[in-house]
């Protein structure tokens, strides 16, 4: 076992399924402590218990700001410093343009812009100021290239990436020596995996178009978001790193 995070107080939203719960379960086993939400009870019994035992975990909705208010209510009584942010949490809309409501699109950007937005500002506040610290955002190469259907989705993670520049410039001083780093995967085997390989035709493209010829396992993303919340990657800062088989490469 591997502690590159020993020592740390790791947040992660969105820990139930899918990437978060990996990123969930590798922060621990590199020696961190995790403070985490889920929106759904039932996400709680697929955790192991070797891992509940080393986090706090919150049942909630991250577009609800009160709730996100009580947990670093909570760690503030608790007296918790934090040492990285891994703002995971958020939403897939497949919709046409037109068919996107002004209710629709408020809660796509909610869901995966705004939420992110407010979680990091409460994040900043609580951050251990000793010691180096560090927020990996995770988009979407939706955010780098033109997929149709996808134009709300697209648009809440290309958001991230001026978000993260910005904010990894503003941070990165003596009073917060913290880090920005955004992480934009391609088509990952999470838990829409399944469905999504049933669309043959659609499955055959996604693959044709990934140089490597093949989907990411959640192993392969969650290594370098570990890497890039660790101390290991101490000089890199306001990155945009994509990690999608080759596909933004062409």
């Given at each position: 076992?591997?502690?590159?995070?020993?020592?740390?107080?790791?947040?992660?939203?969105?820990?139930?399924?899918?990437?978060?719960?990996?990123f969930?379960?590798?922060c621990?086993d590199?020696?961190?402590f995790?403070?985490?939400?889920?929106?759904?009870k039932?996400?709680?019994?697929k955790?192991?218990k070797k891992?509940?035992?080393?986090?706090?975990?919150?049942?909630?909705?991250?577009?609800?700001?009160?709730?996100?208010?009580?947990?670093?209510?909570?760690?503030?009584?608790?007296?918790?410093?934090?040492?990285?942010?891994?703002?995971?949490?958020?939403?897939?809309?497949?919709?046409?343009?037109?068919?996107?409501?002004?209710?629709?699109?408020?809660?796509?950007?909610?869901?995966?812009?705004?939420?992110?937005?407010?979680?990091?500002?409460?994040?900043?506040?609580?951050?251990?100021?000793?010691?180096?610290?560090?927020?990996?955002?995770?988009?979407?190469?939706?955010?780098e290239?033109g997929?149709?259907?996808?134009?709300?989705?697209?648009s809440?993670k290309?958001?991230?990436?001026?978000?993260?520049?910005?904010?990894?410039?503003?941070?990165?001083?003596?009073?917060?020596?913290?880090?920005?780093n955004?992480?934009?995967?391609?088509?990952?085997?999470?838990?829409?995996?399944?469905k999504?390989?049933?669309?043959?035709?659609l499955?055959?493209?996604?693959?044709?178009?990934t140089?490597?010829?093949?989907?990411?396992?959640?192993?392969?993303?969650?290594?370098?978001?570990?890497?890039?919340?660790?101390?290991?990657?101490?000089y890199?800062n306001?990155?945009?790193?994509?990690?999608?088989?080759?596909?933004?490469?062409?």
């Open positions: 076992m591997v502690n590159e995070l020993k020592n740390k107080n790791i947040f992660i939203s969105g820990i139930g399924k899918g990437l978060g719960k990996n969930f379960e590798k621990i590199n020696g961190a995790v403070i985490g939400f889920t929106r759904s039932s996400d709680l019994k955790i192991k891992y509940l035992r080393k986090s706090k975990i919150f049942i909630g909705d991250g577009k609800d700001f009160e709730f996100i208010d009580s947990i670093f209510k909570f760690l503030k009584v608790k007296k918790i410093k934090l040492d990285g942010l891994i703002n995971n949490a958020g939403a897939r809309q497949r919709l046409s343009f037109l068919d996107i409501s002004k209710d629709k699109l408020d809660d796509i950007i909610c869901n995966n812009f705004i939420s992110k937005f407010y979680i990091s500002q409460k994040f900043v506040k609580q951050i251990n100021k000793k010691k180096l610290s560090s927020i990996v955002n995770i988009g979407s190469i939706v955010g290239r997929f149709s259907d996808l134009v709300g989705y697209g809440s290309s958001a991230l990436t001026g978000f993260s520049k910005c904010l990894a410039i503003e941070l990165a001083n003596k009073n917060y020596k913290c880090r920005v955004i992480v934009n995967p391609g088509f990952v085997k999470t838990s829409y995996y399944k999504f390989k049933k669309n043959k035709k499955y055959k493209w996604t693959v044709q178009n140089p490597i010829s093949r989907w990411a396992s959640s192993e392969e993303i969650s290594n370098l978001v570990i890497f890039l919340i660790s101390d290991k990657s101490s890199i306001g990155q945009k790193i994509n990690i999608d088989g080759g596909w933004t490469a062409k």
